[in-house]
């Protein structure tokens, strides 16, 4: 019996560190046969060429899909997609493969769920549900839950809201958030090994800062940075750990603003365009706040027991446990969360909090519906599931 082909894309270094524990169920797995194909900022010597990590961790990259153009521009993502779609097209007619997997939200998702779908390949979707209603990714999630068909979501509320969007219940999943997997499975480093990497002493405070730009906000991307740094000089005695912004619309002000704000610090401030997991997750678990709008924040942060400043509307409408502080991008409201979430007080209240995202197990439970699913066109002949409707209100 032939092995069954998985095609996992990815494309943002956050992205593949969700993704990592499911690449090695699917490549330890006897029925499954993967295959790997890296695009977008990965194959991006701005953005820290990553794929020569996912090679490094032993992975072999079977595919390469370049796509994107030199512009964070509107106009230049728009291209960026349109490349995508046809690199995806020749990609995946080389590969043939029976399951393509896809994660998040990401404009090169989009691109490469639209080639799948085309070549009638099916899609298996994680994360699909949530909303994040500071941006655009919120409607190439939805899209995507539409092209795919298989979803695995990280919560119960994701699962009921990809119901209510006509899917299948059978063809959906509530397996938690894959990236916690790494919470009981990849090894930490110590103390003194994160320090040195650093170049500086993890001295409290400790920040780690990844931030984004809010692609639906009024405020344009340097402007939110320049709020968001603005309230970190309020704590002079600190150290910061940046993660610098993905290659979004906007992207590269914040970057650059990132830089500048290091190069004024260097015995207290560090900036990474990729850290990777294990050095990203140890560092996290050191820190005494996490600060920015990644959902990281929301998710790994929580989970190590981190307060998180969670800023504007880039997360919102996704779940969040107690630890979580949410506030505008405004430079006084940024450094007041920032004092509470430091509080002795805070932390003893959010001590033993409930975790909304699971408990660090959902890449085995995908790696078995990958496996089990029929193929064929049972597969791929949606039917679009209707709820009943509530009452109109109307008398007759």
Not at 73 to 98: H, N, Y
Not at 112 to 139: K, M, S, Y
Not at 155 to 181: C, K
Not at 195 to 221: I, N, R, Y
């Amino acid at each position: 019996m032939s092995k069954r082909n998985i095609c996992v894309v990815t494309g943002t270094r956050a992205e593949y560190g969700l993704l990592y524990w499911l690449l090695r169920e699917i490549e330890a797995d006897p029925a499954l046969d993967l295959q790997l194909l890296a695009t977008g900022m990965h194959l991006s010597p701005e953005f820290g060429m990553t794929v020569e990590a996912i090679e490094a961790d032993g992975f072999a990259v079977d595919e390469r899909v370049e796509m994107l153009v030199s512009s964070d521009t509107p106009v230049g993502i728009a291209k960026s997609i349109g490349l995508g779609v046809i690199g995806f097209a020749d990609a995946f007619a080389r590969l043939q493969p029976d399951i393509v997997v896809v994660l998040g939200d990401r404009f090169e998702i989009l691109a490469a769920a639209q080639a799948a779908l085309v070549a009638r390949i099916p899609i298996a979707h994680l994360h699909g549900g949530e909303t994040t209603e500071g941006a655009f990714d919120e409607a190439i999630r939805h899209s995507i839950t539409k092209m795919a068909h298989l979803h695995f979501v990280a919560a119960e509320p994701y699962r009921r809201r990809v119901v209510q969007l006509g899917e299948d219940p059978a063809r959906v999943f509530t397996v938690g958030s894959p990236g916690l997997d790494h919470i009981h499975r990849t090894p930490r480093m110590e103390r003194a090994e994160v320090e040195e990497m650093l170049g500086f002493p993890l001295d409290a405070p400790a920040f780690v800062v990844t931030f984004h730009p809010e692609t639906l906000s009024g405020l344009s991307a340097a402007e939110s940075a320049d709020e968001l740094l603005r309230a970190l000089l309020r704590f002079p005695d600190a150290c910061f750990v940046f993660t610098k912004s993905n290659a979004d619309t906007g992207g590269r002000a914040i970057n650059h603003a990132i830089d500048a704000f290091v190069e004024a610090r260097p015995d207290r401030a560090r900036a990474f365009t990729a850290m990777g997991l294990p050095r990203y997750l140890s560092t996290l678990a050191l820190a005494d706040v996490v600060v920015g709008n990644s959902s990281s924040g929301l998710t790994e942060a929580p989970a190590l027991g981190v307060p998180t400043v969670n800023v504007g509307d880039r997360q919102k409408g996704r779940l969040r446990a107690a630890s979580v502080i949410d506030c505008a991008t405004s430079e006084a409201e940024i450094a007041d969360a920032i004092e509470t979430a430091l509080s002795p007080a805070f932390r003893a209240q959010t001590g033993g909090q409930a975790l909304p995202y699971g408990v660090g197990d959902a890449s085995p439970a995908v790696c078995r519906v990958l496996r089990e699913t029929p193929l064929g066109d049972a597969l791929l002949k949606k039917h679009f599931h209707d709820l009943p409707l509530p009452a109109s209100g109307l008398s007759e």
